[in-house]
């Protein structure tokens, strides 16, 4: 359920929204929505900050839509903006510097080894259903260190592409790579042996 | 050249991307062919990857779209 940026309505929504017809801001924040929610809540950890940064997010883009040049996508500069909003407020309500933040660097070393084990062919999506699933997804995902848990949001549950997802996080495309394959890595590592027992039993073709 | 399953791992995710040349692609092919365990790794990290991506797995609360866009109706009706 990703929208794909359309760089032509876009602009088109922009110049008539500075024209006057204001309207237009809701059709052109909406494919947004979801990215900007899923960016500040890894950052806020907390849905209900998370969906009032989002609202002021939406509302600092349409106060400075005059500011977008276009040399970004849209949705680029869209997310630098909700990245800028849940990185100050984490700021105020904690009182610590972004360097604590961002504590954890790219040359940080770590065990990033898979989880060996047998094949695991079948993907339990059907599994999806049971509340279970998801939440030992979430789960998951909620406790990778902050630098890996943005890079997956945007590349792997947004599917955003290696360069945007750079730009939105203000890192290199070099190091989108580097903290993608451990993010991976992690994940694999913490989820692959128990979502296997989530794996469909071989449908039985006869059954008495 | 042969690679070890140490190699394949760090290519994981490059190879699952695509961003890989064709010459470390074929090698790892040709690892692939034989090895049981990086064929594990690989298939269980595509797995994860298309699970988390599933729509249900993170979805916006009720209402957030609707209270998004009623607190904007107030900020584009200041003029």
Redesign the interface.
């Known amino acids: ?1 990703n929208a794909v940026p359309n760089p032509e309505f876009e602009a088109d929504c922009i110049r008539r929204i500075l024209a006057g017809e ?2 237009l ?2 059709d052109l ?2 494919p947004c ?2 990215p900007i ?2 960016m500040l809540l890894s950052i806020l950890k907390n ?1 209900a900050d998370a ?1 009032d940064a ?2 002021e997010t ?2 600092k883009v ?2 400075n839509l005059h500011l977008f040049r276009g040399d970004s996508q849209f949705r680029t500069w869209v997310l630098s903006i909700a990245r800028n909003e849940g990185l100050g407020r984490l700021r105020k309500t904690e009182s610590r510097g972004e360097e604590s933040l961002d504590a954890l660097t790219d040359e940080q070393s770590g065990d990033f ?9 079948e ?3 059907d599994a ?2 049971r509340k279970e ?2 939440g030992l ?2 789960k998951a ?1 909620e406790g990778l260190p902050e630098i890996y848990r943005n890079v ?1 949001l945007l590349r ?2 947004e ?1 955003m592409d ?1 360069r945007e997802t750079a730009a939105a996080l203000g890192v290199s495309e070099g190091a989108v ?1 580097v903290r ?2 451990r993010a ?2 992690l ?2 590592r913490d ?2 042996s128990r ?2 027992g989530f794996a469909p039993k071989r449908a039985r073709l006869f059954k008495w | 050249m042969r690679i070890d399953c ?1 190699h394949v ?2 290519h ?3 190879y ?2 695509g ?1 890989i040349d064709a010459q470390l692609r074929a090698e790892i092919d040709h690892h692939l062919e034989t090895c ?2 990086c ?3 690989l ?3 595509r ?12 979805e ?2 009720t209402g ?2 609707d ?3 009623a ?3 107030e ?2 009706a200041k003029g």
């Open positions: 359920m204001k309207h801001f809701h924040i909406r929505e979801r929610y899923f849905e969906e989002a609202q939406a509302i349409y106060r080894t898979p989880a060996v084990l047998t094949s695991w062919k993907v339990p999506a999806l259903e699933l998801s997804l979430r995902i997956i792997d549950i599917e290696v790579k993608l394959h991976r890595a994940l694999q989820l692959a979502l296997k | 140490k791992w760090q994981v995710s490059d699952i991307d961003e049981e365990i064929s594990a790794v298939d269980s990290t797995n994860v990857m298309v699970l988390v991506a599933d729509d249900r797995v993170f916006l609360p957030f779209s209270r998004l866009h607190r904007l109706e900020e584009l």
